[in-house]
């Protein structure tokens, strides 16, 4: 009876169907309808999920407030994770242990003999530990948790490029786990589908660099080293950036954290 009370919705589609939707139910009985952005459709509480009907989202959560429908195009739904959402809970289980025996990818170093450490005045490699051009009014914009694919995240995105940095970094943790779908949707921009559009990690004028972190390693880090290097054009996930008077070292302390967890 709940579900065909959400599913009688008209065809309203977008921002508009996703209110409609979530105000939607029985006399007595309101908020129990959930809006389903990579369907466009409305369904009850319980049935908007994995294997129960169509996808939600990208997320595989649907909408459950009216003050989540203006993100509804966004690949993530997330919302208040484990007070309001245990679905969100339940989908980040399922994900750590779908994945949780992906191989793992093989550390990258520099190639060449290179040394990993760049002048930050330029983004370009350099050899000599003491070199370094002047820098005067340097912005870098660093983020970390932001792989979220959330509506979120896209308005945060929009505020570090109004900033207009020269180096953009991302300091860890693409949601669920990191996997190449999760970082295509949540990093670079790609649409999930049809309905949804992807969340793009500003790029800095002169570089961008991706940390690890466990949330990478949980699928085995493929999705950070094949996807995300492919995005920032690194080689590796530690770095040197300086100045004639500033030294910034990234290093990654995610790597070793894969297959940690006690048996």
Request: proline fraction near 6%; charged fraction near 15%; charge should be negative.
């Amino acid at each position: 009876l709940y579900r065909a009370a959400c599913m009688q919705l008209p065809g309203t589609k977008g921002t508009q169907g996703c209110r409609k939707c979530i105000a939607k139910g029985l006399p007595g009985f309101t908020g129990f309808c959930r809006w389903c952005p990579a369907s466009q459709s409305c369904e009850a509480a319980g049935f908007a999920g994995r294997g129960l009907t169509q996808v939600c989202s990208a997320s595989n959560a649907g909408v459950n407030s009216a003050g989540q429908c203006w993100a509804q195009d966004a690949p993530y739904q997330i919302g208040d994770l484990f007070s309001f959402r245990p679905v969100d809970g339940e989908e980040w289980i399922y994900q750590s242990g779908l994945h949780f025996d992906d191989p793992l990818e093989d550390f990258p170093t520099y190639p060449g003999g290179r040394t990993g450490m760049f002048d930050l005045s330029t983004g370009e490699p350099i050899e000599n530990s003491s070199a370094g051009g002047p820098v005067f009014g340097f912005v870098i914009a660093a983020a970390s948790d932001w792989g979220s694919g959330t509506g979120e995240a896209g308005v945060l995105s929009s505020f570090m490029e109004a900033d207009k940095p020269a180096l953009t970094m991302h300091l860890g943790d693409i949601y669920w786990v990191g996997t190449p779908a999760q970082f295509d949707s949540n990093m670079l921009g790609i649409a999930p589908n049809k309905q949804q559009t992807g969340v793009k990690f500003p790029k800095g004028s002169l570089g961008t660099f991706f940390m690890n972190g466990n949330h990478e390693m949980i699928s085995g880090g493929t999705g950070l080293m094949k996807n995300g290097f492919g995005y920032t054009g690194q080689k590796t996930t530690y770095a040197s950036y300086q100045s004639d008077f500033w030294r910034f070292i990234a290093l990654d302390t995610g790597y070793l954290c894969y297959g940690s967890f006690p048996p």
